[in-house]
């Protein structure tokens, strides 16, 4: 069973930035492809970030690239997003992610979080 928890949302300003972090259970980190997704009120679920079990491999949604970097640390098997220069349409709920396949945890992990908060104010 894998358990993702995350933590570090709230509310900040237009060009601020956040950290969110993933502490998952077991060996997660090192042993599963995890990434991040997030949901604004009315829209669909959208993929973030992501990176492949190994960590050599990471990829991001067009919206955020340059702004947004997904990290990991073995060692205390959490995962990361840095969210710089957001932006008021970044509001959402950011969900951590993890799936045995890196193809299928940009479409359909199985295993997801309770979510957490972003909200940017303009």
């Known amino acids: 069973q894998v358990t993702l928890v995350e933590s570090g949302g709230g509310l900040v300003q237009a060009g601020g930035s956040l950290r969110l972090s993933c502490s998952a259970s077991?060996?997660?980190?090192?042993?599963?492809?995890m990434g991040w997704f997030r949901q604004a009120p009315g829209k669909e679920r959208e993929f973030v970030a992501g990176?492949?079990?190994?960590?050599?491999?990471?990829w991001y949604a067009d919206s955020v690239k340059g702004r947004f970097t997904i990290s990991r640390d073995n060692a205390q098997n959490t995962v990361y997003l840095q969210m710089n220069s957001l932006k008021p349409e970044d509001t959402a709920v950011y969900y951590c992610?993890?799936?045995?396949?890196?193809?299928?945890?940009?479409?359909?992990?199985?295993?997801w979080g309770q979510g957490t908060q972003v909200t940017v104010s303009s």
């Open positions: 077991r060996r997660t980190v090192s042993s599963y492809a």
């Open positions: 990176h492949s079990r190994s960590g050599g491999s990471t």
């Open positions: 992610a993890a799936d045995n396949l890196s193809t299928t945890l940009r479409t359909s992990p199985n295993y």
